[in-house]
């Protein structure tokens, strides 16, 4: 089991440039999410998919788009980089069974961005 | 709203020192509670969690006490070590959805 992959693990991009942040998970884990972590903030939640399908929106989405077409990817777009997206990107998956209130998320290792 | 307040940091001790994280939480309801751990350059891992009022958890020597009537899930270990250096995460499991602290930056010394 890999568990949960990101690629890449660094990047930097112009202003205006676009680009996908790749996540993969091996688990067969249904939902899914993005989220960003930033200094004195905590991470906070872009997007995030219950199944192959759907996604929603979390706390912080604009800039960001994303799709979900299989159960094991689940990439992030960002079609056009501000300043202000430089951060460190974090996948997770969770099994979504019958019991909401508790589903441990795995986390990948993280894609570091800089945007200039 | 929902949210999480966790103890500033950061935070330094000496090696076999006691060590308290302070987290309180504002939720709808009982949820889950969490300790997530984050070592230099890696994602972050879960140490511990707690599903229901009174549950202690425990993982690596850190616990954590879900206490309903203060609202809050404090990290402690009675004797930490070098290896501990990492920055902790509080967090409750909402609907799908975590809700994160902002991190505790924790520096042992040996």
């Known amino acids: 089991n890999a568990g949960v992959t990101q690629t890449p693990k660094f990047q930097v991009l112009k202003t205006g440039q676009s680009m996908t942040l790749q996540c993969a998970q091996d688990?067969?884990?249904?939902?899914m999410s993005w989220y960003r972590q930033d200094p004195g903030m905590g991470l906070r939640l872009i997007h995030y998919?219950?199944?192959?399908?759907?996604?929603d929106q979390g706390e912080v989405p604009n800039g960001y788009n994303v799709s979900r077409s299989t159960t094991e990817d689940f990439p992030l777009r960002l079609l056009s980089a501000a300043p202000s997206q430089t951060s460190v990107y974090f996948c997770?998956?969770?099994?979504?069974?019958?019991?909401?209130?508790?589903?441990?998320?795995?986390f990948g290792p993280g894609t570091r961005l800089t945007v200039l | 709203g929902n949210s999480v307040t966790q103890m500033e940091g950061p935070v330094t001790l000496s090696e076999e020192a006691f060590l308290t994280i302070n987290c309180t939480y504002t939720?709808?309801?009982?949820?889950?509670l969490f300790w997530y751990v984050q070592y230099p350059g890696e994602g972050l891992q879960l140490l511990l969690k707690?599903?229901?009022?009174?549950d202690k958890g425990s993982n690596k020597g850190f616990e954590a006490t879900y206490r309903k009537e203060t609202t809050s899930f404090h990290l402690e270990k009675g004797s930490v070590q070098v290896s501990d250096s990492a920055v902790y995460f509080c967090?409750?499991?909402?609907?799908?959805?975590?809700?994160f602290g902002q991190g505790t930056r924790l520096t042992i010394n040996p």
């Open positions: 688990m067969n884990h249904e939902y």
């Open positions: 998919s219950v199944g192959a399908g759907i996604t």
């Open positions: 997770a998956s969770s099994y979504s069974g019958g019991r909401s209130s508790y589903n441990e998320q795995f």
């Open positions: 967090a409750f499991q909402g609907a799908q959805k975590l809700v």
């Open positions: 939720a709808t309801g009982y949820p889950s």
């Open positions: 707690a599903t229901k009022a009174d």
